[in-house]
């Protein structure tokens, strides 16, 4: 059983930064692939970063490229998402998940069902 929990959402203007956390269960945190999704009133849960295991490659969904950066440390086993340049069109429940170790060949990290686990979100809201 993976526990993640996330924190650090919040209201802030646009142009702001934030650093969305989640801490996560387990003694073998540094095997996991993670990944950040978010999900706006109405809208579908949508993809936002990755970060595979073992090599830490990332990957972005073209909004947040160049603004948001996903990052892991695996001693404290923490992922972040350190979010700048905020936009209106940010604001919605951020989610950490963990994808789920036998999918890992797939290419389909964007996919939120590969993913096993998942936390209970934090807001973001973003005023413009």
């Known amino acids: 059983q993976v526990q993640l929990v996330e924190s650090g959402g919040g209201l802030v203007q646009a142009g702001a930064s934030l650093r969305l956390s989640c801490a996560a269960s387990g003694r073998t945190f540094s095997t996991y692939a993670m990944g950040w999704f978010r999900q706006a009133p109405g809208k579908e849960r949508e993809f936002v970063a990755y970060?595979?295991?073992?090599?830490?490659?990332?990957y972005y969904t073209d909004s947040v490229k160049g603004r948001f950066t996903i990052s892991r440390d695996n001693a404290k086993n923490t992922l972040y998402l350190q979010m700048n340049s905020l936009k209106p069109e940010d604001t919605a429940v951020y989610y950490c998940?963990?994808?789920?170790?036998?999918?890992?060949?797939?290419?389909?990290?964007?996919?939120?069902?590969?993913?096993?686990?998942w936390g209970q979100g934090t807001q973001v809201t973003v005023s413009a």
């Open positions: 998940a963990r994808r789920a170790p036998y999918l890992l060949g797939s290419r389909r990290y964007y996919y939120p069902g590969e993913y096993d686990y």
């Open positions: 970060m595979a295991s073992g090599d830490d490659n990332t």
